[in-house]
């Protein structure tokens, strides 16, 4: 269990590192868009907050993987001490 955790603890570092970068795209596809008024660069503008948005959604479900990982831990944990 606990090396599940850990798992999903490392997926969620990446996750959030991607997150980081992503935004920092999307701000220079904004950026742009604003500056150049082209129709293909607020496409790129659209598409890099989607990107944000998909990656704000993964980082939202590992943590809620997580949190039932640790209580389902602590369940067990409980259970073990119960006997």
């Known amino acids: 269990m606990t090396a599940q955790i850990a798992h999903v603890d490392a997926d969620l570092d990446q996750a959030v590192a991607e997150l980081d970068m992503l ?3 999307e ?14 660069d607020k496409v790129d503008a ?17 943590e809620k993987d997580r949190e039932k990982l640790v209580k389902r831990r602590a369940d067990m944990i409980d259970r073990l001490a119960a006997q």
């Not at 701000?27 to 293909?40: H, I, T, Y």
């Not at 659209?46 to 590992?62: F, H, P, Q």
């Open 46 to 62: 659209k598409n890099a907050k989607r990107d944000v948005d998909r990656c704000v959604k993964r980082i939202k479900g590992l």
């Open 27 to 40: 701000d220079d596809a904004v950026r742009d868009a604003l500056v150049s008024e082209g129709w293909d």
């Open 23 to 25: 935004r920092h795209l």
